[in-house]
């Protein structure tokens, strides 16, 4: 360590003062998001729910989706949940929880023919910046454009201003977005990959997610994850 390192908040630091930080985004319904000035969201509820478990208060950070990992290695938080999908490269950056759901990034376009990745073939796609699908959009060498926007919001308003020919989002998003607008016109397509989602600690700090881990599987057995996912889903997102 050099002079300046700072210290990653072990479990018993976090627990001598009694409260965990947690950092998320904010803008990507039905996770985590904004209702008025409150905080809520699937993900957001369910890390209320651990964080209880573990006997400690919670104190919420929201920042843009870019800055919630970068923030996490410098140990400005103890702990991020906005809904990254495990990969290998952000596994050297933090300690990836086991994961809170299961899902994969879907094509949503205006038309109804744009449905799988050779759809895909000449036509400029959105997608939010820092996230897995732009890594997997990236991958479709076919495709004309990629366009990165700061928010998933932004990528869904470019799509429905016809800026963009498709969007590839989280398709819990896409579903909720298609159901809440129906009168927009939005086609949900076919998922490009599926993904593992999970909440993170500072690389190596395994006794904070050890403890985040037990809390998350008392969750799971006594039916108050259940109950939160039935809330948001109408149906249990859990990984099987
Ligand atoms: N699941 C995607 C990923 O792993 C998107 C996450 C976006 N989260 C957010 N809060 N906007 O990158």
């Known amino acids: 360590c050099t002079a300046l390192a700072v210290q ?28 008025g000035t409150k905080l809520t969201g699937f993900e957001v509820e369910v890390a209320e729910l651990v964080v209880k478990k573990m006997g400690l208060k919670l104190e919420w950070k929201t920042l843009g989706f870019d800055a919630l990992l970068t923030g996490l290695g410098q140990n400005r938080w103890d702990a991020v949940i906005a809904s990254h999908g495990v990969t290998d490269e952000r596994s050297k950056a933090g300690t990836f929880a086991n994961p809170h759901y299961c899902s994969g990034g879907i094509i949503v376009a205006m038309d109804d023919k744009i449905r799988n990745a050779k759809d895909l073939t000449g036509k400029v796609v959105a997608v939010q910046t820092g996230t897995s699908y732009l890594e997997n959009v990236q991958k479709i060498a076919s495709i004309k454009d990629m366009k990165n926007f700061p928010t998933d919001v932004d990528a869904r308003s470019a799509l429905v201003s016809k800026r963009v020919d498709a969007w590839v989002t ?24 599926v993904e593992q989602v999970a909440s993170a600690v500072t690389k190596g700090n395994t006794g904070l997610a050890d403890a985040w881990n037990k809390a998350l599987a ?12 039935m809330k948001y889903f109408n149906e249990d997102v859990r990984c099987h």
């Open 170 to 193: 989280d398709r819990f998003v896409a579903k909720e977005v298609a159901a809440k607008n129906p009168t927009v016109g939005f086609k949900l397509g076919e998922l490009v990959f």
């Open 218 to 229: 008392e969750t799971m057995a006594d039916g108050s994850y259940q109950a939160v996912s």
């Open 8 to 35: 990653a908040r072990t479990l018993d630091d976090i627990k001598k003062d009694g409260k965990i930080i947690v950092a998320t985004e904010g803008q990507f319904a039905p996770f985590n998001y904004f209702e």
